[in-house]
Structure formats: C-alpha cells, structure tokens
C-alpha cells in the first residue's frame, strides 16, 4: 500500500506570526522513521543529482531506516558541513526533492509525495548536534606550511574554513560585520534558522583553531596583497552578493522606503527582533508593501508582520510580484507560511512609482497590472504590463526585496582579480581559483545570489584546490 508522506509539525500561524521563534517544529524519531520507510531505494537514485553537493541520500536515509543515525551522519556530512541548518533552508524541492523519482515528471517543483529529504537531514543533523558528534581534525605534514585567509564569514567562507582547518591548517577569517554568519546571521530570520544552531557551527570551527577577526573589511583595512606579504599562503573569497538592487522608480527615495538588506539587518543584526528587550530604530508601518518574489521577500514579509503585531500596530502586510505564484523563486514552503500567516499577495502587479506627504514620508504606491507573455531567457514567463491598468495602494513602509549584487570593494582595489559584468568575481569552475594566483573564490561573488548549498558546494571545491 502507498503510504502518505508524513508532515512535519509546526506552530500554529496566529501564535507563531507575533514572535521570531522557530516554525517548523521537525520530525519526531517515528515520524523520520516512518518517512524514512517511504523511500524506494531506487537502483538509480535521481535523488542525489539534484543536490548541489551530491549527498548520497539513498545511503543516508536506508541508515534511517535500520535507526543507525550515527552512520546518517556522518554519510551526510562527506558532503555537507552544516546538515542542520540545510535542512532548515535548502530549496530542497527544486533541488533533490524534484529530482526524486516520486515527483510527476515536468513538474515545476517538486510533488507532495516526493520524500521530504530535507526534513530528514535537519532530523539527523540536530540528532548530530545532541550527541555533538564531530568530524575530528586531522594532522598532516603539509598543514604546517599553509596558512590560509577567508573573507567573509557567510556559508561559503565558514565552509572553506572548515574543510581546511579539518586538515590541521591553519584558517584566519576576517569579517566586515560585528558578527559571523553573513546572511545566515543578518538575513535569513531566527524563526527559520535559530541562532543557536549557526552559533553551533560557528563554535566548532573555533574549536578546530580557526580565528575569526571580526569589524575587518578587506580592501578597507588591507589589500589581498598585504595578506600575502604578512605571510598568508592561499586567500579565498566568500564575499557574497550585499548590494540590493533598486526599482529605479520615481519617489523611491521617500522615508520609509528600505531596501530588504537595511530591513532585514535592522531586525536581524541589530536585533529588533528581539523588542521590548531591544529598540532598535525601525520604523513598522500599518501598510506594508515588499516588492519582490524570492526568499528575500517572504522573510521580510513575514519579519514585518511579526514586528508590526510585536508593536501592537494594525497591520496588513502585502506582497507585490510582477508575475505569478508559479514563477516565484522563493521556497514554496515560505510561501505558504507567509499566506498562513496573514501576508496577502498581489501577483502580476509591477510598481510604478511612490509618493509622500509633506513631511517626504512614503504614503502611496502607484502600481500597473500585467499578464504574462512569452518566456525570457531565464525561461519564465515575461511580465507584460496592461495598459491603463494603473491603480494605487496606501504604503507607509516599502521593502525592495528584487535583488542582490556583488559589493566592490574589494574589487575595485584589486584590479589583478578579473570579475564579469555584473561585478562577480570570474573563476576557473574546476578549482575556483580566480585570476590572482592563489586567490580562490566561491558563493554568491562568483555567478550572483545562489543558495547556501551551492555557495558551500564552491567553497569545497576551493578548499580541495587549495589542499592539492
Ligand atoms: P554571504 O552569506 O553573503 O556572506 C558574505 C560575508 O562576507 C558577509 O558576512 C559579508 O559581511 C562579508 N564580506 C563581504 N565583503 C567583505 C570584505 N571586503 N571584507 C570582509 N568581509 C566581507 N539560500 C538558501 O539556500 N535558502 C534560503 O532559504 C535562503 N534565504 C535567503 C534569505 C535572504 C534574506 C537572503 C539575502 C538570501 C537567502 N538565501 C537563501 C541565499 C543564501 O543565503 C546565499 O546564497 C548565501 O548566504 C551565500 O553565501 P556566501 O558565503 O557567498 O555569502
Ligand atoms: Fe528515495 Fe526518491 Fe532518492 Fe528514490 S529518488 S532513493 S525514492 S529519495
């Protein structure tokens, strides 16, 4: 008999949406056990294409099954560093969950009765954090004779820290922020990621001896080649994609119009997630309006009702996107959160432009309704304004949540690093050194916003180039 995939628990959305604990409550032993027991162990496993980093998932889940947890593991983390906190924010349905044999051919995202992998890695990897089990550092002749500098602390140079420093190497990160994590800490909210599970990881590289020297902005304070000079062997770049992109509409400039970086590290790093204890200056509106599709956008949504109930202010919370549900990026489970918990969506909807009262503060969005046409080139469907469709919302808060870039300062002081013409960094694919001789880069500064696997997925080839 087929059996039905099994849920995982969350907190109801009216209790959940007014604080930034955690949502999604994970699987119990029998509930992994029973999801587990779902899986076909299929001859060919298409499961483990679809994963940036190749886990080997049949392996890992059959583990579940014979309740060898340990061996779960460790057989994910061959792969993968952080299990717990992939399992939390993986895309997994358009990543190994689509590729799984029990999603219907053609389908966009993954089906409902594809095997939650995901949930099964987070279930593992907290299982891997009680017990604390760890992957030790081993010593070898080599290590001595490198020394390696990482900058910037997000999954791609956390990553590349650990791989090495695993092997006895001696690993200095230096971070611009106050605080490691990049936008596992200043992006991503607590009530998807707790903090205590990225202070986790974060710990254990310590533990392994890797220094992280944070308020540290490299191509501020010293250039690569000072790195270099004071004794550095290989330098990687995990530099990620801190630059919001802009509507470039009229009016965008009025107060209380942030773009989703600001707003989020607001909440996030400065902890106004944490009001009363914290006050940190932010403004709530009681019409919010985020622009955009992505993951970006749902987590500001979202982190502005919780704020707004949080404040006591009578919220309506809205998200603008210019296409359809079908073609937002965004995971489809934030999407739904976001709905449970009260966001509403305007699809096919693209702003025109902002006004303001007197005082310059935004008060108005002016907005166009589209249809859509022909696929672009990233093959989704082209939005298409319809004309005279022209209609305005009440907007006294505006997030730009529509993209992200690469930041250059590090680049425009380093002119031997080659970059495209987005301002990434261009490198060679197989070792991902890049135009500087020993100077290896990954994550969101090579090819644009990614994810967090793919980011580490970069790192870990880096790290295997460096070791060579
Ligand atoms: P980052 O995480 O951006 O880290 C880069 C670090 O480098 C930062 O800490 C920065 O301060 C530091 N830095 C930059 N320049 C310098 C310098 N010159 N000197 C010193 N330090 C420097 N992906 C998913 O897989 N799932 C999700 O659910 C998801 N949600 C997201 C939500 C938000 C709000 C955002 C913004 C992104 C999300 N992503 C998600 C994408 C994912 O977080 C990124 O792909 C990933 O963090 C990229 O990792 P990175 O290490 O390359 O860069
Ligand atoms: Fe299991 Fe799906 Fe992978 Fe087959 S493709 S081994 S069913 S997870």
Same mark, same amino acid.
């Given at each position: 008999?087929?059996?039905? +995939? ?8 009216? !209790? ?31 499961? =483990?294409?679809? *994963? ?74 907290? @299982?891997? %954090? ?13 290590? &001595? ?13 956390? *990553? ?28 991503? +909210? ?9 202070? @986790? ?14 308020? @540290? /902005? /490299? ?13 550095? $062997? ?6 990620? &994609? ?57 987590? &500001? ?16 919370? $809205? /998200? /603008? @996107? ?23 969506? !305007? ?19 002016? *907005? ?6 022909? +696929?672009?080139? =990233? ?9 005279? =469709?022209?209609?305005? %919302?009440? *907007? ?34 197989? $070792? %991902? ?7 290896? &880069? ?27």
């Amino acid at each position: 008999m087929k059996k039905e +995939p099994i849920k995982i628990k969350e907190k109801e959305a009216s !209790e959940r949406s007014a604080n930034f604990e955690e949502v999604v409550l994970g699987y119990s032993e029998e509930e992994a056990l029973e999801e587990a027991s779902r899986c076909l162990q299929c001859k060919n496993p298409a499961c =483990s294409s679809g *994963c940036p980093v190749g886990i080997d998932i049949k392996k890992f889940i059959a583990a579940i099954v014979r309740k060898d947890y340990k061996s779960a593991y460790f057989t994910i983390r061959e792969k993968n560093d952080f299990p717990s906190m992939c399992g939390r924010v993986c895309p997994a349905e358009y990543q190994c969950r689509k590729a799984c044999v029990l999603t219907k051919k053609g389908s966009p995202f993954a089906s409902e009765q594809a095997i939650n992998i995901h949930f099964l890695e987070r279930f593992v990897g907290d @299982y891997g %954090m009680k017990n604390n089990l760890k992957i030790l550092a081993s010593s070898e002749e080599k290590s &001595a004779k490198l020394k390696v500098a990482v900058v910037g602390s997000g999954p791609a140079g956390l *990553c590349c820290a650990g791989e090495l420093a695993r092997k006895g190497i001696k690993v200095v990160i230096f971070e611009s922020l106050h605080q490691s994590g990049g936008v596992l800490r200043y992006g991503i +909210p607590p009530f998807r990621l707790p903090r205590d599970i990225l202070d @986790y990881e974060i710990n254990y590289l310590q533990n392994l001896g890797v220094e992280i020297i944070p308020n @540290y /902005i /490299i191509g501020k304070i010293k250039t690569l080649d000072e790195l270099f000079s004071e004794g550095f $062997t290989h330098i990687f770049l995990g530099l990620g &994609a801190g630059v919001p992109a802009f509507l470039g509409v009229e009016g965008e400039n009025l107060c209380n119009i942030y773009s989703v970086n600001e707003f989020l590290t607001r909440i996030n790093l400065m902890s106004a997630y944490k009001f009363p204890e914290f006050h940190t200056p932010i403004n709530v509106g009681r019409h919010i309006v985020i622009i955009g599709g992505g993951n970006t956008a749902m987590d &500001a949504a979202r982190s502005a009702l919780r704020l707004q109930k949080l404040k006591g202010i009578l919220h309506d919370t $809205t /998200i /603008i @996107y210019r296409r359809t549900e079908v073609e937002m990026p965004a995971r489809r489970l934030e999407i739904e959160h976001a709905k449970e918990e009260g966001v509403k969506f !305007e699809f096919l909807v693209q702003p025109l432009g902002f006004s303001g009262n007197e005082e310059g503060f935004v008060k108005k969005i002016r *907005c166009l309704r589209c249809r859509l046409g022909e +696929p672009d080139s =990233s093959g989704r469907r082209r939005p298409v304004p319809i004309e005279g =469709s022209d209609f305005e %919302m009440d *907007c006294d808060l505006a997030v730009i949540a529509i993209g992200l870039q690469a930041n250059q300062v590090l680049t425009s002081v380093t002119p031997q690093l080659k970059t495209d013409k987005y301002f990434d960094v261009v490198v060679d694919p197989k $070792t %991902m050194e890049t135009s500087m001789a020993r100077v290896f &880069a990954g994550g969101d500064i090579v090819g644009g916003e990614g994810t967090v696997i793919e980011a580490m997925g970069m790192a870990k080839i880096a790290a295997k180039a460096i070791l060579a």
